[in-house]
């Protein structure tokens, strides 16, 4: 192994993005050159869980992130043997950002992995700021591209069960705000929901994640652990440093708030049934190894009807707001053809169409806008994400 290459740390790679240096294995092999995109293979991502090498001189991010860890344990009084470890053990957290303008790939795998470190720290510090920094950086993104946001959240959830926690909650923040705007909620009652999406399962991120990678359906054992998990949740937020009483009673209850009216609710127990249907409604959409995501439409069938077969009006809100075909979900149209929802239309069940798989059965050489309120490109049928054969350009259609 050549004398000037150093590991780096677990996670500092992200899927999509480009390299700013050489990536080496442990014995000095090229690997990837600077300049590459990271695409996802089995190889990459066991480079983005902690084996790549790099030359010391070309990672200055590294020595900038370590010297800042270095220098908060000294700070803290950190026992020295336990600062001799943090070369080989520290984590870039979310105030490491990177400088560089991202691009919305890029940016949602960075928001990732930040939003999975903060959620499983053991004792993190200033807990609150540092998730309102991630709250922040993923609503402006959305504020800014809400169909291009939601289409690429919605996707790539569809298509990926690794990272299941920390996807599950950026993609119910922001399916939360978009629905609480769409309800004309007040900014704080939305300010108590963000919070709520983003950590309704605190402190069982790591439960869920395995029932995501497991062959087999969860065993009564896990069931068992994961019950009442939103009282543990509140009671960790509340020691983490949340005090908003909305937040935590949210996050108490998301599992326990059933049927009926919102206006008759307190605000914690609003915002509970809320986040109760679009969790829901996230989780229909995401992969687990046991069993396929559901199409767009099956998802939203399952949460506009209550728990008693009625209309609910949480599940109501949150179609009127993405649309019957939520952008990012799969369809077949009239004319044969298979494409990608890249923006919801003037009503929820004729949305904006990418077509990618013409009607011979033959993949478009890019994608083709395509008006699903002509007769022939209306849709067809809702797919289930498992049933498009076809490797997706995403960066082609962010620019649709």
Same mark, same amino acid.
């Given at each position: 192994?050549?004398?000037?290459?150093?590991?780096?740390?677990?996670?500092?790679?992200?899927?999509?993005?480009?390299?700013?240096?050489?990536?080496?294995?442990?014995?000095?092999?090229?690997?990837?050159?600077?300049?590459?995109?990271?695409?996802?293979?089995?190889?990459?991502?066991?480079?983005?869980?902690?084996?790549?090498?790099?030359?010391?001189?070309?990672?200055?991010?590294?020595?900038?992130?370590?010297?800042?860890?270095?220098?908060?344990?000294?700070?803290?009084?950190?026992?020295?043997?336990?600062?001799?470890?943090?070369?080989?053990?520290?984590?870039?957290?979310?105030?490491?950002?990177?400088?560089?303008?991202?691009?919305?790939?890029?940016?949602?795998?960075?928001?990732?992995?930040?939003?999975?470190?903060?959620?499983?720290?053991?004792?993190?510090?200033?807990?609150?700021?540092?998730?309102?920094?991630?709250?922040?950086?993923?609503?402006?993104?959305?504020?800014?591209?809400?169909?291009?946001?939601?289409?690429?959240?919605?996707?790539?959830?569809?298509?990926?069960?690794?990272?299941?926690?920390?996807?599950?909650?950026?993609?119910?923040?922001?399916?939360?705000?978009?629905? #609480? %705007?769409?309800?004309? @909620? +007040?900014?704080?009652?939305?300010?108590?929901?963000? $919070? &709520? *999406?983003?950590?309704?399962?605190? !402190?069982?991120?790591?439960?869920?994640?395995?029932?995501?990678?497991?062959?087999?359906?969860?065993?009564?054992?896990?069931?068992?652990?994961?019950?009442?998990?939103?009282?543990?949740?509140?009671?960790?937020?509340?020691?983490?440093?949340?005090?908003?009483?909305?937040?935590?009673?949210?996050?108490?209850?998301?599992?326990?708030?059933?049927?009926?009216?919102?206006?008759?609710?307190?605000?914690?127990?609003?915002?509970?049934?809320?986040?109760?249907?679009?969790?829901?409604?996230?989780?229909?959409?995401?992969?687990?190894?046991?069993?396929?995501?559901?199409?767009?439409?099956?998802? #939203? %069938?399952?949460?506009? @009807? +209550?728990?008693?077969?009625?209309?609910?009006?949480? $599940? &109501? *809100?949150?179609?009127?707001?993405? !649309?019957?075909?939520?952008?990012?979900?799969?369809?077949?149209?009239?004319?044969?053809?298979?494409?990608?929802?890249?923006?919801?239309?003037?009503?929820?069940?004729?949305?904006?169409?990418?077509?990618?798989?013409?009607?011979?059965?033959?993949?478009?050489?890019?994608?083709?806008?395509?008006?699903?309120?002509?007769?022939?490109?209306?849709?067809?049928?809702?797919?289930?994400?498992?049933?498009?054969?076809?490797?997706?350009?995403?960066?082609?259609?962010?620019?649709?």
């Amino acid at each position: 192994m050549a004398s000037d290459l150093i590991p780096l740390p677990a996670r500092t790679l992200r899927l999509g993005m480009t390299l700013p240096y050489n990536l080496f294995d442990a014995n000095g092999k090229l690997l990837f050159a600077r300049g590459q995109v990271l695409r996802d293979s089995p190889l990459v991502r066991s480079l983005v869980d902690g084996s790549a090498w790099v030359h010391a001189d070309e990672t200055v991010e590294y020595q900038r992130a370590l010297a800042h860890r270095l220098d908060t344990l000294v700070m803290q009084d950190v026992p020295l043997s336990d600062i001799v470890k943090a070369d080989a053990s520290f984590r870039l957290d979310a105030q490491a950002a990177p400088k560089a303008e991202q691009g919305p790939r890029e940016a949602w795998s960075d928001l990732l992995l930040h939003t999975h470190s903060l959620l499983r720290e053991a004792e993190p510090v200033d807990f609150p700021g540092r998730l309102a920094q991630l709250r922040d950086a993923a609503l402006k993104r959305l504020h800014a591209h809400p169909d291009a946001t939601l289409m690429l959240h919605v996707f790539e959830s569809s298509q990926e069960f690794g990272d299941y926690s920390a996807r599950h909650a950026l993609l119910t923040l922001l399916l939360c705000d978009l629905v #609480a %705007r769409q309800l004309q @909620l +007040d900014p704080a009652l939305i300010a108590s929901l963000h $919070g &709520a *999406a983003m950590t309704m399962n605190y !402190g069982a991120g790591a439960a869920h994640d395995r029932l995501a990678a497991q062959a087999d359906p969860a065993t009564p054992a896990q069931r068992q652990a994961l019950s009442a998990h939103g009282d543990r949740a509140a009671a960790r937020l509340a020691a983490a440093g949340v005090t908003d009483p909305t937040w935590l009673t949210a996050v108490r209850l998301h599992h326990d708030a059933g049927p009926g009216p919102l206006a008759a609710r307190g605000d914690g127990q609003k915002l509970a049934r809320l986040l109760r249907r679009i969790d829901l409604f996230g989780a229909r959409l995401s992969p687990r190894r046991s069993r396929v995501a559901m199409s767009g439409a099956a998802a #939203a %069938r399952a949460v506009f @009807l +209550d728990e008693l077969g009625q209309p609910d009006e949480a $599940g &109501a *809100a949150l179609i009127k707001t993405v !649309g019957l075909y939520p952008p990012g979900s799969i369809v077949r149209l009239a004319n044969g053809e298979i494409g990608v929802v890249f923006k919801r239309g003037f009503s929820a069940n004729e949305p904006l169409v990418a077509a990618l798989i013409g009607k011979s059965g033959s993949p478009l050489s890019n994608p083709v806008p395509r008006d699903t309120r002509l007769a022939a490109q209306a849709i067809a049928a809702s797919l289930a994400p498992a049933e498009l054969k076809l490797r997706v350009n995403l960066e082609a259609l962010l620019k649709l």
